[in-house]
């Protein structure tokens, strides 16, 4: 039961650098999103898509861009990595339906560092 | 715009010894109150969903129950496996996404 996967699971950059976060979800779920995690300050939702092409800015999108290409696929992109952007990235994936409304699945986390 | 308060931050408990933890929200129009768990290094893990006051979810020695300003979530009898961060969270105004609070980190010592 893979669920979502999101890789890598660690990272490094230095301040300037650009890198993508790929998550991956065989669940067939509609909905997907990106958000943050930072000591003190809670999960922050970053980016969502609610389909394939579709993608909409969350509470803290600047600096992070995002593409839906494909159903199962969210990718989060950092163009120019700041040391503001150290963080934990999760991705979440959400069946469309009125049981399944706002049940969320998680993958393991991204931990990026900028120095 | 709507807000999850959570309480404590931290709590530890002995094996054994009961507590709650406490949730609470202001939101206009309550569209669900969501936990989860988060243990170390891993994603948040769904628990339960409450829709209206006075409903209650139970999972082994978990109870969640809700009124209409808060969540509680009991914890009969923990045992040392129950140490993790515990999550609320209600729906974003669009409907889609959550607004977390900011947990309630839980260690159960034996």
């Known amino acids: 039961n893979a669920g979502v996967t999101q890789t890598p699971k660690f990272r490094v950059l230095k301040t300037g650098q650009s890198m993508t976060l790929l998550c991956a979800q065989d669940m067939n779920h509609e909905y997907m999103y990106w958000y943050r995690q930072d000591p003190g300050m809670g999960l922050r939702l970053i980016h969502y898509s609610v389909g394939e092409g579709t993608t909409a800015k969350g509470e803290v999108p600047d600096g992070y861009n995002v593409s839906r290409l494909k159903k199962q696929n969210f990718l989060l992109g950092l163009e120019s990595a700041a040391p503001s952007q150290t963080s934990v990235y999760f991705c979440?994936?959400?069946?469309?339906?009125?049981?399944?409304?706002?049940?969320?699945?998680f993958g393991a986390g991204t931990r990026l560092s900028v120095l | 715009e709507d807000q999850v308060t959570q309480s404590p931050e931290a709590l530890r408990l002995q094996e054994g010894e009961s507590s709650s933890l406490n949730c609470s929200y202001t939101v206009s129009g309550l569209r669900g109150l969501f936990w989860y768990r988060q243990d170390p290094g891993k994603g948040p893990e769904f628990l339960f969903t409450?829709?209206?006051a006075g409903e209650e979810k139970e999972k082994e020695r978990l109870k969640a129950t809700l009124t209409k300003k808060e969540s509680f979530l009991h914890i009969t009898a923990p045992k040392p496996e129950d140490s993790a961060t515990y999550l609320c969270a209600v729906p974003r105004g669009a409907g889609y996404a959550l607004n977390f609070g900011k947990g309630t980190s839980l260690l159960v010592t034996p």
């Open positions: 409450l829709y209206s």
């Open positions: 979440a994936s959400e069946a469309v339906g009125n049981t399944a409304k706002n049940i969320q699945y």
